[in-house]
């Protein structure tokens, strides 16, 4: 048997992929990476006029992109914005769930409705998409990337927030162990149509404002990773390319830590 090039096995020409928070800080980057690789990419969110700044964007470096408002929060939309793409790509190769909102409380803060809120988007909201675009993706034997978290698999260090605005919500963990337990269930429950199911979980990707603004916040997630620094956007995208194309056929049910190093102590 030859064994193909690396290039080919990371190649998606004629291959559509829907990624819902697609404009986003990490989002973005996902898409930019599918694009490279010659993918059809439909950039999708609540936002849609910056959903199609993003898709303008990528069309101007010559891909095809579009822009579709998908809103986890809303059941209603998702079937729309699944029909949309699909008719307007052609087909649904890829699902990259990256579409995150959440309300950014502490222990002592957060009530019901925060948690059944967070809950609702980061979890249920994952479920009924994937849901929603399973025969697309029955259809044409696909792939289902799940953004998590390193929080949904270990605990926050309490100290890490003594002092500082930021906060970390026990809704967002709990959400995030959520999917990558909803990853490794449908890995093995899709795995007789060909769908291969993956989670890729970022570590400490702090926004540029919150370095410029926290220095203090950043130095101490700088301290706590092996690697000791946070992560650049842009290192994102090359777990995404393994694990939505071709070069990654023999992966799934893996849930994949693009974080620095920061679980291994």
């Given at each position: 048997m030859t064994s193909p090039a690396l290039q080919q096995l990371f190649n998606l020409e004629g291959r559509a992929a829907l990624v819902t928070g697609g404009a986003g800080y990490l989002g973005g980057e996902i898409a930019d990476a599918l694009a490279e690789l010659g993918?059809?990419?439909?950039?999708?969110?609540?936002?849609?006029?910056?959903?199609?700044?993003?898709?303008?964007?990528?069309?101007?470096?010559?891909?095809?992109?579009?822009?579709?408002?998908?809103?986890?929060?809303?059941?209603?939309?998702?079937?729309?914005?699944?029909?949309?793409?699909?008719?307007?790509?052609?087909?649904?190769?890829?699902?990259?769930?990256?579409?995150?909102?959440?309300?950014?409380?502490?222990?002592?803060?957060?009530?019901?409705?925060?948690?059944?809120?967070?809950?609702?988007?980061?979890?249920?909201?994952?479920?009924?998409?994937i849901k929603t675009a399973f025969p697309a993706l029955r259809a044409s034997r696909g792939v289902i990337l799940n953004i998590g978290s390193m929080y949904g698999h270990v605990a926050p260090d309490y100290r890490l927030y003594e002092g500082v605005p930021q906060a970390n919500p026990p809704s967002y963990g709990a959400a995030k162990a959520g999917v990558i337990q909803l990853t490794k269930y449908l890995a093995s429950f899709l795995s007789p149509h060909g769908i291969r199911v993956n989670c890729l979980s970022p570590g400490p990707f702090p926004f540029e404002s919150t370095k410029e603004q926290f220095p203090e916040f950043v130095a101490r997630l700088n301290a706590k990773n092996p690697l000791g620094r946070v992560g650049v956007p842009h290192e994102v995208k090359g777990a995404a390319a393994l694990l939505c194309s071709d070069a990654g056929s023999y992966i799934t049910g893996q849930n994949l830590c693009v974080d620095g190093g920061w679980a291994v102590w």
């Open positions: 993918a059809d990419v439909a950039v999708a969110s609540r936002d849609v006029d910056k959903c199609r700044r993003k898709a303008e964007e990528l069309a101007r470096h010559g891909h095809r992109a579009y822009a579709a408002r998908i809103d986890l929060s809303e059941p209603a939309t998702l079937q729309p914005c699944i029909d949309e793409v699909v008719s307007a790509l052609g087909r649904l190769d890829i699902l990259v769930m990256c579409a995150w909102s959440g309300r950014k409380n502490s222990w002592e803060t957060i009530n019901d409705a925060d948690w059944n809120n967070d809950i609702e988007i980061c979890l249920n909201g994952v479920y009924r998409t």
